[in-house]
């Protein structure tokens, strides 16, 4: 297990090199200048130092290279110094959003709780309304709560995002004064009352997401259930004298959530960047609506970043659904 | 597999004028939502497609005085800000996002069905394109086709004209960032197949390689990819639709439906009715395409085509 571990975390290496550098050599096409919103009073020889402090015109190898080492050690010490108190970092040169003018890890860090907030929050409504469906529906398969679950969950495939928040929006915004349509992240949460308005506020947006989720993860719990009820050892189970409770719940669920376990940890990624139009709909400023701004303003530092850092997490939860898999299923042997 | 051979002689006389195509229908007909997918599909299809015929007004046209009207018989479904009619300008939106759809499963099922037949059956270049194909599903790709459409835009317009230039663009990002999920199916099914003793017996009469791809591999291989090329209709329409409700995609004046969803959401205070029509069109249409895969993968697995 360990020797796979390391053999799989080896090759992910090249692969994350790769996608840096796809990332980066995609990019470094755009036409846009950084410089472009600078008034046009700046002589032209400060404008020429200033593309030479951003290191501008140095050839795309350098400002990758660049990059990189501003990414994988300049980022990594400073974090160090933040939480240790050293200064290891002292003097070098982080990577800078030319939108913002602040260290793109800055901005970052500031974004990460709406999106976990609201995003993560929906995926975990997620998950639990979509284990039970899925169960049941296998259990009684071909009942009207089947039927009535495959039907709701191919509306949940079917209906983009983009549709079902606005009609949120139409029904429970305009129509039914509800809750806000936009997301109000000043918002301080000290006392109930606004405790009540961040709850009002993640409504809509977690309602919409939460559906996605349970769309796919209802089917898939479906069809993993399916499999395994029809198996000796349930039959076996049941033979025994157990309880039909015990049968399902025990035997035939621990077994059929091998393979969801390691889908949710798949989506996991998508946590972070698969929200994107969700938040632009309710203005939730979070990590997706981050790199929308970015991309319309040409900010490439930041795009280069976050695109990565969406990377990383896809690579990192395929690998940690692949441990999973071996961890629960002792059948699957990777040595 | 002794009574096989029994089983096959009365059937005989009935599969004479048969082909195999007319099991599938069969076994197609008897799944409900997927004749009804067929239908509704269809029917949108149709519309779009003949609609402009019988309804002759533009949906460029702007009539200034009529802005903002409700459903009327001049207008079923009313007008939008610049007095444009909105059931022509649906029609015209759909015509676009099908052939978007359309045009980008096609590219994307050529190039999956490629490399995974090649990946299958050449062991040399298995790994090669199956890193190739993992790299892929680790990119992210919504961030990545929007930076491509952003980047070529200007490019391809200033060659191809904008409408051209827009759909050209967007048909090839969607096309280049889907075949992954193709590709893995086909390569699975290629390397099960190479197994089998017709592939051995057509190798020991010296077949080449590419008549052995064309003839044998191919023929075998074409339900799953028939079915991942419904599936990637319906994905390669919302891909458009996100694209263009992101102020990515087509220009104001070519309307998709995802761009009218989009002009739509400016006016959702004072007019909530106009968001429903594009949504509900991409909806449906996504909903009936997901169908009619749902019971093409049934109709084409000759395992539970029997029953």
Known sequence: MLTFFIRRLLTAIPTLVLISLIIFLLLDLAPGDPLADQPLSIPPEVRQRMRDALGLDSPAYVRYLLWAKQFFWVEPLYFLDWVAGTNFSDGMQRIVSWQFRAPVFDIIVQRIPQTLWVVGLAYLVGVIIALPIGIISAYKQYSWFDQVGTFVSMIGFSVPPFFSGVLMIVFFAIMLPWFPSIYDTTLVVDDFQSLGQQIRQMTLPVMVLALQTTAQLSRFMRASMLDNLNHDYVRTARAKGMTEKVVVLVHVLRNSLIPVVTVIALGIPSIFGGAIITEQIFKVNGLGQLLITAIYANDLPMVQTLAFIFAVLIVACNLIADMLYGLLDPRIRYD | ?307
């Open chain 2, 1 to 307: 597999m002794t009574d096989a051979p029994i089983a096959a002689v009365p059937a005989k006389p009935d599969t004479s004028g048969r082909s195999q195509w007319w099991d599938v229908w069969d076994q197609f007909k008897s799944h409900k939502g997927a004749l009804f997918g067929a239908a509704v599909f269809g029917f949108i299809v149709l519309s779009v497609t003949l609609g402009p015929l019988i309804w002759t007004l533009e949906p460029t046209f702007i009539d200034i005085r009529a802005r903002n009207a409700g459903a009327s018989m001049a207008h079923p479904f009313g007008t939008d800000q610049l007095g444009r009619d909105i059931l022509a300008r649906m029609m015209a939106g759909g015509q676009v996002s099908i052939a978007v759809g359309l045009t980008a499963m096609l590219i994307s099922v050529v190039l999956g069905a490629f490399i995974g037949v090649v990946a299958g059956f050449f062991r040399r270049l298995d790994t090669f394109l199956m890193g190739l194909t993992n790299l892929f599903l680790a990119l992210p790709l919504l961030p990545l086709l929007l930076v491509m459409v952003m980047l070529f835009r200007e490019t391809l317009a200033r060659s191809f004209g904008p409408e051209m230039g827009t759909f050209i663009l967007i048909v090839s990002a969607i096309g280049i960032t889907s075949w992954m999920q193709t590709a893995r199916i086909v390569r699975g099914e290629v390397l099960a197949l190479k197994e089998r003793e017709f592939v051995l017996a057509a190798r020991s009469i010296g077949t080449p390689s590419r008549r052995m791809i064309l003839r044998h591999i191919l023929p075998n291989v074409l339900s799953p990819i028939m079915v991942s090329a419904t599936l990637g209709i319906a994905t390669a329409i919302i891909t458009e639709s996100a694209l263009s409700f992101l102020g990515l995609g087509f220009p104001p004046d070519f309307p998709t439906w995802g761009r009218l969803l989009f002009d739509a959401i400016d006016y959702l205070q004072q007019y909530p009715e106009r968001v429903f029509w594009p949504g509900l069109a991409i909806s449906l249409t996504v909903l009936s395409v997901n169908y009619i895969g749902d019971g093409l993968r049934d109709a084409l697995d000759p395992r539970i085509r029997g029953r």
